[in-house]
């Protein structure tokens, strides 16, 4: 059984369109995460929720809007994508207190 | 200051070397550590958690010290297979966040 998935796992859109992505863990933890990695392999927190609600919102740009339906769905709805926007995109989720991070396969996203 | 730091690498060591990565952080109210390995493409999967007494899982052996803030990896007979991108993980006891370090890189020669 896959513990955290995301899907698409490949992505790729011009510049201006709108796209989500979706993660669902069935860990039972009540912590998600998303994670940006750009070329230089750099594993950077965009969000991060817990229970549904938000706790960690770094310096990200208004156009990613994080989405949180219950506490095993987090989505990531990106508007008018730019080019910088290119990189993977990981979900992860971890039980609150203890435990490490689990971490989906990636979204590959490619902006043109 | 970055929370997480560790050499880049690369470190590329001959089959059977034993070869060591160092970390440090910033924040001295971290509270858990991590060793994770990634595969080019794949994502990050958890190697190791780091105590404050050490620790050992096969050929690889984790230290803690953290009047230094500092964490090390050592992996003792390398393999092939061993060949990956290792990040030092920290978690901080607020706000359940994880803080990445940039990855060391090994390549195992044969």
């Known amino acids: 059984d896959t513990a955290v998935s995301q899907t698409p796992k490949y992505l790729v859109t011009q510049m201006g369109n709108d796209k989500s992505i979706k993660c669902e863990q069935n860990?039972?933890?009540?912590?998600m995460y998303w994670y940006k990695q750009d070329s230089k392999k750099f594993l950077k927190i965009m969000f991060s929720?817990?229970?549904?609600?938000?706790?960690i919102n770094e310096t990200v740009p208004n156009r990613f809007s994080p989405k949180s339906p219950d506490k095993a769905h987090l989505n990531l709805h990106i508007n008018s994508l730019e080019l910088g926007d290119s990189a993977v995109y990981f979900c992860?989720?971890?039980?609150?207190?203890?435990?490490?991070?689990?971490f989906g396969e990636g979204s590959r996203l490619t902006v043109l | 200051r970055k929370e997480v730091e560790q050499d880049p690498g690369p470190f590329n060591v001959p089959e059977g070397a034993t070869v060591a990565f160092n970390c440090t952080y910033s924040?001295?109210?971290?509270?858990?550590f991590f060793w994770y390995r990634q595969d080019c493409r794949k994502e990050p999967k958890l190697l190791m958690s780091?105590?404050?007494s050490g620790n050992e899982d096969g050929r690889f052996t984790a230290q803690l010290n953290r009047a230094s803030q500092y964490i090390s990896l050592l992996i003792r007979d390398s393999k092939l297979s061993d060949s990956a991108t290792y990040l030092c993980?920290?978690?901080?006891?607020?706000?359940?966040?994880?803080?990445f370090g940039t990855g060391t890189s090994l390549t195992v020669i044969p």
């Open positions: 992860a989720s971890s039980q609150q207190v203890t435990g490490e991070l689990f």
């Open positions: 924040n001295s109210a971290s509270q858990s």
């Open positions: 993980v920290v978690r901080t006891n607020t706000g359940n966040q994880f803080y």
């Open positions: 929720y817990n229970n549904k609600e938000l706790i």
């Open positions: 860990l039972g933890h009540d912590t």
């Open positions: 780091v105590y404050s």
